[in-house]
């Protein structure tokens, strides 16, 4: 197993009102979301298990990107990973953040 970690931002409008929550299921080829308020000065933070190892640049990039299009700041998103693929990772973030608060 190997985890990951990146904290993002800060960013402008702290909070959006995204509520904490947990989506998804771990199992084979799928992933688990849990999104935490905390205070982070403006910032988000990743804390990703994935049992696929050589993928940071691609985990790092999805986060970035799910970061800056939500502008998301003060939560922690953890992410367990069973194999997910980069695309499902993708779609996945984002339903979490959309269902618990967040807009695009």
């Known amino acids: 197993?190997?985890?990951?970690?990146?904290?993002?931002?800060?960013?402008?409008?702290?909070?959006?009102?995204?509520?904490?929550?947990l989506v998804g299921v771990v199992g084979s080829g799928d992933l688990?979301?849990?999104?935490e308020a905390a205070p982070l000065d403006d910032?988000?933070?990743?804390?990703?298990?994935t049992s696929v190892h050589g993928f940071d640049d691609t985990?790092?990039?999805?986060?970035?990107?799910?970061a800056s299009r939500f502008r998301l700041a003060?939560?922690?998103?953890?992410?367990?990973d069973a194999g997910a693929t980069p695309a499902v990772?993708?779609?996945r973030?984002?339903?979490?953040?959309?269902e618990f608060g967040g807009r695009a």
């Open 59 to 66: 985990w790092e990039a999805v986060t970035a990107n799910l």
């Open 89 to 91: 990772v993708s779609l």
């Open 1 to 21: 197993m190997q985890t990951l970690t990146y904290e993002l931002g800060p960013f402008d409008n702290p909070n959006r009102g995204i509520r904490p929550g």
């Open 43 to 49: 910032k988000v933070r990743f804390h990703i298990s």
């Open 32 to 35: 688990e979301i849990l999104i």
């Open 74 to 80: 003060n939560l922690v998103i953890t992410v367990n």
């Open 93 to 98: 973030l984002m339903q979490a953040v959309e």
